[in-house]
């Protein structure tokens, strides 16, 4: 057995992954730094290693796929003495670029260019995931033994939070859902695409004969329900849990847009009130 001083990042590693750890990003990690003793790993060589993995990457991918995966070997080997505990700092991520929701005008343009193309079963599934929050492969994984059209709710399985989530929808969508099924069996697929990308090239077709900006599948449904709700003056709370959503951060910060109107419309609502009753 090797003497603790003499530990290496492999010998890390291994031990992570045996204790339950994530080694899907390690092999290259490994690769980089081959045999070092741990003791001579310094955050300075951690950037290293994730510039030199990831060269034209941006840093969203280097601290997910390099800083991370060593941080949290290095911290397991700190936890089990065999080298000191250092802090290795994230790199500076960019702001993603946030992406627009659909407007109740952009819904509905979307949907008669469907009826128009005889497109019934994607005007169902873009309103379903607009009215539910629905990610799109939660969407088209749904089947009709988790669809009950009498209650306009759908039971979403294995959703991203790692829990079953269900969902209600307005009766809209339950009519168009109805109109969809057809003689289609218990176990078949609601909306029939396969996969995100046939999703979207679809949306796409479609938004260029209706003449409407393009909208991903993730922008039209989870985007489009955080910001319709609340601009709707449905509180936070029963909009995150209607949604599934866990952090606030991430709801307010990523989800809900903010209407360019903004000041206009907090004045105007504000001057229903009459403060000085001699005015």
């Known amino acids: 057995m090797a003497a603790k001083n003499s530990r ?70 700190a936890d089990r003495g065999w080298c000191p505990s250092r802090p290795i700092r994230r790199l500076k991520e960019e702001a993603p670029k946030r992406k627009s929701p659909a407007s109740q005008t952009w819904l509905h343009a979307f949907v008669r260019q469907c009826q128009k193309d005889g497109l019934p079963h994607l005007a169902a599934l873009v309103l379903f995931m607009a009215t539910t929050a629905a990610r799109v492969t939660e969407a088209i994984n749904l089947r009709w033994n988790e669809v009950d059209l009498a209650r306009c709710s759908a039971l979403l399985l294995k959703t991203k939070t790692g829990r079953n989530s269900r969902r209600d929808f307005s009766k809209e969508v339950s009519a168009r859902l109805a109109e969809i099924r057809g003689d289609a069996g218990l176990n078949d697929k609601v909306f ?55 952090s606030v951060e991430v709801f307010l910060g990523t989800y809900v847009h903010a209407n360019p109107n903004a000041g206009r419309i907090v004045a105007d609502t504000l001057g229903r009130y009459q403060f000085d009753p001699d005015l």
């Not at 492999?10 to 992570?16: I, K, V």
């Not at 030199?52 to 070997?73: E, F």
């Not at 796409?204 to 909208?215: D, F, H, N, Q």
């Open 192 to 246: 029939g695409y396969s996969g995100r990308q046939a999703v979207n090239a679809r949306i796409r077709a479609v938004c260029e004969r209706a003449g409407i900006s393009y909208k991903s599948s993730h922008a039209c449904g989870r985007h489009t329900f955080a910001t319709t709700a609340i601009s709707l003056g449905i509180d936070i709370r029963t909009t995150m849990m209607a949604g599934d959503w866990r």
């Open 8 to 77: 290496t990042f492999a010998d890390a590693a291994e031990s992570f992954i045996q204790h339950g750890g994530d080694g899907r990003y390690l092999p290259l990690i490994i690769s980089h730094f081959g045999k070092r003793p741990l003791g001579k790993i310094y955050p300075f060589d951690v950037h290293e290693m994730a510039a030199c993995l990831y060269p034209s990457q941006k840093n969203s991918t280097r601290n997910r796929q390099a800083i991370s995966p060593a941080k949290a070997v290095l911290r397991h080997a």
